[in-house]
Antibody, heavy 122, light 108 residues
């Protein structure tokens, strides 16, 4: 079964760029039919979708974060990555990667990575 | 933008039934998905397409959706069901997901 695992620094300084990678195992990111997503959760809060990417490189971002977000894919490594620029304390959150399933007019997320806490602080 | 509203908390005794609602404008016209998130863990899909269960999810979990309210029902509640639960739909007008505000289920 497909599993996802996030990796990257747990501490980022304000104004710098947050960089995370999600490694997919148990299946090929290039197999098609799925979009690969980033979702975050501020401490004690709900879920906020960041964006997603198809293996071909096609991306879609949350409009509220679009100016600062870049998601990329490396099919040779079966990985996809998130970059969030000009971070502030408000970007402190647990960041999850997840596979977006598409069926007809709806989509859901399954499975999810375990999540990684990123703290923005000097 | 589309908004999904959930009660902040639901309390239930072991062995009883918990019902978690997710309110949205004409949500019955959309497909609703539910996630369980235990403390310190990632969300896990427990219901998709209103009422379908992924493999490995107990039959005690069921879903329904009609009008302006979708409901996740947990029958014969166990201590291990204590978690936060989130509903989610796909907003086709904006082409992005919408998550509910989340409900904390406490087993008494």
């Amino acid at each position: 079964q497909v599993q996802l695992q996030e990796s990257g620094p747990g501490l980022v300084k304000p104004s710098q760029t947050l960089s995370l990678t999600c490694t997919v195992s148990g299946g090929s990111i290039s197999s098609g039919g799925y979009y690969w997503s980033w979702i975050r959760q501020h401490p004690g809060k709900g879920l906020e979708w960041i964006g997603y990417i198809y293996y071909s490189g096609s991306t879609y971002y949350n409009p509220s974060l679009k100016s600062r977000v870049t998601i990329s894919v490396d099919t040779s490594k079966n990985q996809f990555s998130l970059k969030l620029s000009s971070v502030t304390a408000a970007d402190t959150a647990v960041y999850y990667c997840a596979r977006r399933v598409v069926v007809a007019a709806t989509r859901w997320f399954d499975p999810w990575g375990q999540g990684t806490l990123v703290t923005v602080s000097s | 933008s589309y908004v999904l509203t959930q009660p902040p908390s639901v309390s239930v005794a072991p062995g009883k039934t918990a019902r978690i609602t997710c309110g949205g404008n004409n949500i019955g016209s959309k497909s609703v998905h539910w996630y369980q998130q235990k403390p310190g863990q990632a969300p896990v899909l427990v219901i998709y397409y209103d009422s379908d269960r992924p493999s490995g999810i107990p039959e005690r979990f069921s879903g329904s959706n009609s009008g302006n309210t979708a409901t996740l029902t947990i029958s014969r509640v166990e201590a291990g069901d204590e978690a936060d639960y989130y509903c989610q739909v796909w907003d086709s007008s904006s082409d992005h997901p919408v998550f509910g505000t989340g409900t904390k289920v406490t087993v008494l």
